[in-house]
């Protein structure tokens, strides 16, 4: 998960960096003093994810800096002060890290949004494989035989179904190594298909049906032979 550092704090800033550096799951985009300098980052990248956000900072604090953001990514508030934790919630901030914050306690917030936030395939009741998505401040679940395809877009991943458009802060890879390969199959570096919507393939291409309507996809020459060995896979 892409994420930035905001806090005026240099010693919180390096111990927050060196934090951020021992979890795999988290890759450091930028760290920033003031949230004048985050946001302009914010306004010219769309692949942010996570913001560690401290909330009393001069020229804006991190109240000020969530309210100028249209579409802000998810929050996890730094502060060494209980008396803002209510507004944070408010804010809709995953979490809320008091400092002196131990590294036990990061890993912990960090958890919480990898649990919740990404899109995570789990067992249903009736022993089908779901996926949470998030879709605004909510977490939608879905079927993983509902999704038919994947698009990547830019820094951005589409999730299609046949009666909805999920468009989700994730990477390709990332939600690859989520949904199982038993069932969905890379065919581009733009598509992800559900192997059982495929209906023909060509040298090129392949066509996947959406309701009753054939949808052709481009096939990547890298990605051609894993999709041939799951033709192979069939005949056998």
């Known amino acids: ?80 002060s209980e008396e803002h934790a209510y507004k944070a919630f408010n804010y809709n901030g995953i979490d809320y890290l008091l400092k002196p914050i131990t590294y036990p306690r990061f890993c912990r917030a960090v958890e919480k949004i990898m649990k919740y936030y990404a899109p995570r395939a789990v067992p249903s009741a009736a022993g089908e494989e779901e996926i949470f998505i998030k879709k605004a401040s909510s977490l939608v679940r879905l079927k993983l035989k509902e999704i038919l395809y994947v698009e990547a877009l830019e820094n951005y991943v589409s999730v299609i179904t046949r009666d909805e458009k999920y468009t989700i802060h994730f990477t390709m890879r990332a939600i690859e190594q989520q949904l199982p390969s038993s069932l969905f199959v890379r065919i581009h570096r ?46 056998r």
């Open 1 to 80: 998960m892409n994420c930035i550092i905001v806090d005026d704090d240099p010693v919180w800033l390096r111990t927050l960096e060196e934090f951020v550096s021992k979890s795999s799951s988290l890759s450091l985009l930028g760290s920033f003093s003031d949230s004048l300098s985050a946001r302009n980052l914010l306004m010219s990248r769309r692949d942010v994810e996570l913001i560690f956000l401290d909330i009393q900072m001069p020229e804006m604090d991190g109240f000020d800096f969530l309210s100028s953001l249209e579409n802000p990514p998810h929050i996890i508030f730094v502060s060494g």
């Open 190 to 235: 733009s598509y992800l298909v559900n192997k059982s919507v495929i209906r023909s393939i060509s040298e090129n291409s392949l066509t996947i049906v959406v309701g009753s309507t054939p949808k052709i996809l481009p096939v990547g020459k890298s990605y051609r032979d894993g999709i041939m060995n799951y033709i192979n896979i069939m005949q």
